[in-house]
């Protein structure tokens, strides 16, 4: 049922449009930064896309650190809470189940297929994202002069690269947990919409949240808290702290969104 | 085949079906009848498992269901309410989908599966066209393919001729007729009594969820007991049968009478000619009509006293 599922994904055309809307983004913030050579001052603006014009092989975590925030969640819940809602608004949920896949299975290979559009998604923008800025941005002798970490110490660039895998890790578990949420919801609700929008509900609150003194104590635990953090990642030594905390949080969300899930579809009637 | 035991389903307050118990037999093409909202789509879906019944125990294929669905429903073909496919792909890119999921869709024989159902149905020749741009009667047709790729022992149909014209549903009997003789059971819910009476030959009749009627349609078509006469000599005949007659008008008679031949001599031996002269039955209408009640869609208003 996987295969089936990311046959379908990959068959989709809105699959392929989708990720190229992302990725139009960080596109045209690295035409804009070439042309005009205004890059934010260090410290302000998306992470490390100061530091990109001095160094374009960088501009990938840029990308990354672009679309994390805002444009990639939104596909995710829209991917996400389309899985099991979608299917029941063409119908064709009934003829899946009769088939017959096993309810559990479905949901499996709904995850899956949606992590697997998350990854196109991010390879796709930090392959774009290598291009432009070897080609666009600044250009550094990176195999002598190596890479300036956040903190002003240089990086290998073997380093580097396992520092970029650890970040995109970060970034799909960030994005996991929104496909839990969705998920979750595509089995409550009858329609797509309502379970994308759902879930963009509960990212925005959380976002808003965060800048409220008030919540405080309740910011630990927002989805959203530590979804950047992945930037502590870059620092020399790295900062642990709030990456393991992200990961330990996203992996509660995770469990129980999905647990929630299953519950509600394994014992669902099926009546559309 | 199918075999249900107080099968009962409550929506909250709502009773969708009552205590229902279902005996479709091994060989049978089983009329389910009922009007709009008796409950025969929640019926359906509960043997299908998509449904989770409140109480009662439902059989498939001699084995319990929802339990033992992963063995029993690659066996069991169906249409439920209505076909559906994804609609940017084409019918045959859609079938080679659904037949990929699930157990037993070897993928070295795929090909020829698609292209045989396709045929069956009568698409055989169907082009790269996306599902989006087929018409009602063709989507009916794709949506039976479908159900026809296991080579299922038990086809659950539901309405298997809407959006079809008249030639296509002709088609689609003659299909399921060929099907039945190759030994398929067919479970086909419907609420059009013309295109039950011509294909079942078990009627069961389902009224606000609960079974008022279930036997065989020769049993349920049999004779009245009357015999109806054509003739444009009706007071001659009147006067021959005498009290007999139950009912008359300017060129027919209903007779009463146990032997249809011996009141043809009768007849002929008194001068009356005799145009027509066939035993009443009972129409599958006026059975189901006299064990149902009234449109469930029908809503009265009650009158504040």
């Given at each position: 049922?996987i295969a089936?599922e990311?046959?379908?994904?990959v068959?989709?055309?809105r699959?392929w449009?989708?990720?190229?809307l992302?990725?139009?983004?960080?596109?045209l913030?690295a035409?804009?930064?070439?042309l005009?050579?205004?890059?934010p001052?260090?410290g302000?603006?998306p992470?490390?896309?100061?530091?990109v014009?001095t160094?374009?092989?960088?501009?990938?975590?840029a990308?990354?650190?672009?679309v994390?925030?805002l444009?990639?969640p939104?596909?995710?819940a829209?991917?996400?809470?389309?899985?099991?809602?979608?299917e029941a608004?063409?119908?064709?949920?009934?003829?899946?189940?009769?088939?017959?896949?096993?309810?559990?299975?479905?949901l499996?290979?709904?995850l899956?297929?949606?992590m697997?559009?998350?990854?196109?998604?991010?390879?796709?923008?930090?392959?774009?994202?290598y291009l432009?800025g070897?080609?666009?941005?600044?250009r550094?002798d990176?195999?002598t002069?190596g890479?300036?970490?956040?903190s002003g110490t240089?990086?290998?660039?073997?380093?580097?690269?396992v520092?970029?895998?650890?970040a995109l890790?970060?970034?799909?578990?960030?994005?996991?947990?929104?496909?839990?949420?969705?998920l979750?919801?595509?089995?409550?609700?009858?329609?797509?919409?309502?379970?994308?929008l759902?879930?963009?509900?509960?990212l925005?609150a959380?976002s808003?949240?965060?800048?409220?003194?008030?919540?405080?104590?309740l910011q630990p635990?927002?989805?959203?808290?530590?979804?950047?953090?992945?930037?502590?990642?870059?620092?020399?030594p790295?900062?642990?702290?709030?990456?393991?905390?992200?990961?330990?949080?996203?992996?509660?969300?995770?469990?129980?969104?999905?647990?929630a899930?299953?519950?509600?579809?394994?014992?669902k009637?099926?009546?559309? | 085949?199918?075999?249900?035991?107080?099968?009962?389903?409550?929506?909250?307050?709502?009773?969708?079906?009552?205590?229902?118990d279902?005996d479709?037999?091994?060989?049978d093409i089983?009329g389910f009848l009922?009007?709009?909202?008796?409950?025969?789509?929640?019926t359906?879906?509960?043997?299908?498992?998509l449904?989770l019944?409140?109480a009662g125990?439902i059989?498939?294929?001699?084995?319990?269901?929802?339990?033992?669905?992963?063995?029993v429903?690659?066996?069991v073909?169906a249409l439920v309410?209505?076909?559906?496919?994804?609609?940017?792909l084409?019918?045959?890119?859609?079938?080679a989908?659904?037949?990929?999921?699930?157990?037993?869709?070897?993928?070295?024989?795929?090909?020829r599966?698609?292209?045989d159902?396709?045929?069956?149905?009568?698409l055989g020749g169907?082009?790269?066209r996306?599902?989006?741009a087929?018409?009602?009667?063709?989507?009916?047709?794709?949506?039976?393919?479908s159900?026809?790729?296991r080579q299922p022992?038990?086809?659950?149909?539901d309405?298997?001729?809407?959006?079809?014209?008249p030639?296509?549903?002709?088609?689609?009997?003659?299909?399921?007729?060929?099907?039945?003789?190759?030994?398929?059971?067919?479970f086909?819910?419907?609420?059009?009594?013309?295109?039950?009476?011509?294909?079942?030959?078990r009627?069961g009749?389902?009224d606000?969820?609960?079974?008022?009627?279930?036997d065989q349609l020769?049993?349920?078509?049999?004779?009245?007991?009357?015999t109806y006469?054509?003739?444009?000599?009706?007071a001659?005949?009147?006067?021959?049968?005498?009290?007999?007659?139950?009912?008359?008008?300017d060129?027919s008679l209903?007779?009463?009478?146990d032997?249809?031949a011996?009141?043809?001599a009768?007849?002929?031996?008194?001068?009356?000619?005799?145009?027509v002269?066939a035993?009443?039955?009972?129409?599958l209408?006026?059975v189901v009509?006299?064990?149902?009640?009234a449109?469930?869609?029908?809503?009265?208003r009650?009158?504040?006293?």
């Open positions: 049922m089936v990311l046959r379908k994904m068959l989709s055309r699959t449009v989708t990720v190229l992302i990725d139009a983004l960080p596109t913030v035409v804009l930064l070439a005009t050579d205004l890059g001052r260090p302000t603006g992470a490390f896309l100061s530091a014009l160094d374009g092989t960088l501009y990938p975590l990308a990354i650190a672009i994390v925030p444009l990639l939104i596909a995710v829209v991917v996400a809470g389309e899985a099991i809602a979608g608004q063409a119908g064709t949920l009934r003829y899946l189940l009769i088939r017959p896949v096993g309810r559990t299975r479905l499996v290979a709904k899956v297929s949606v697997a559009f998350v990854l196109l998604t991010v390879l796709v923008v930090a392959a774009t994202a432009l070897t080609l666009l941005l600044g550094q990176v195999v002069a890479t300036a970490s956040i240089t990086l290998s660039t073997q380093e580097l690269l520092r970029t895998g650890l890790v970060y970034a799909m578990l960030s994005m996991l947990g929104v496909a839990a949420i969705a979750f919801l595509s089995t409550v609700v009858d329609s797509p919409l309502a379970a994308a759902g879930t963009l509900a509960v925005v959380s808003l949240l965060l800048t409220l003194d008030a919540a405080h104590a635990w927002l989805p959203t808290r530590y979804w950047l953090s992945f930037v502590d990642l870059f620092r020399d790295i900062l642990w702290r709030d990456v393991l905390r992200g990961t330990g949080l996203q992996l509660v969300y995770v469990a129980v969104f999905l647990a899930g299953w519950a509600n579809f394994t014992t009637d099926i009546t559309d | 085949m199918i075999r249900t035991r107080g099968l009962t389903k409550r929506f909250g307050s709502l009773v969708a079906v009552d205590a229902l279902l479709v037999r091994e060989g089983y009922g009007a709009n909202g008796s409950g025969k789509t929640t359906v879906r509960m043997l299908l498992g449904v019944a409140t125990e059989e498939v294929l001699d084995q319990p269901m929802p339990a033992a669905g992963r063995r429903l690659p066996q073909g309410e209505g076909p559906a496919a994804y609609p940017h084409s019918g045959r890119a859609n079938l989908l659904f037949d990929a999921m699930g157990p037993a869709g070897a993928r070295a024989s795929r090909s599966r698609v292209d159902v396709l045929d069956q149905v009568g169907i082009d790269k996306p599902v989006r087929y018409s009602l009667g063709m989507r009916q047709r794709l949506g039976l393919a159900a026809l790729l022992r038990l086809l659950v149909l309405e298997p001729t809407n959006g079809l014209d030639q296509g549903i002709r088609e689609i009997r003659g299909l399921l007729q060929d099907l039945h003789a190759a030994g398929t059971t067919i086909l819910s419907s609420h059009l009594l013309a295109e039950v009476e011509q294909l079942c030959s009627i009749v389902l606000r969820g609960r079974l008022v009627l279930q020769s049993e349920l078509r049999r004779p009245t007991g009357r006469v054509r003739t444009p000599d009706v001659r005949a009147r006067a021959l049968l005498d009290g007999s007659v139950e009912h008359h008008d060129d209903l007779v009463r009478v032997d249809a011996a009141l043809n009768l007849l002929v031996g008194g001068g009356v000619r005799v145009e002269l035993p009443e039955r009972h129409t209408e006026d009509l006299e064990a149902a009640q449109s469930a869609d029908r809503i009265e009650v009158l504040p006293s």
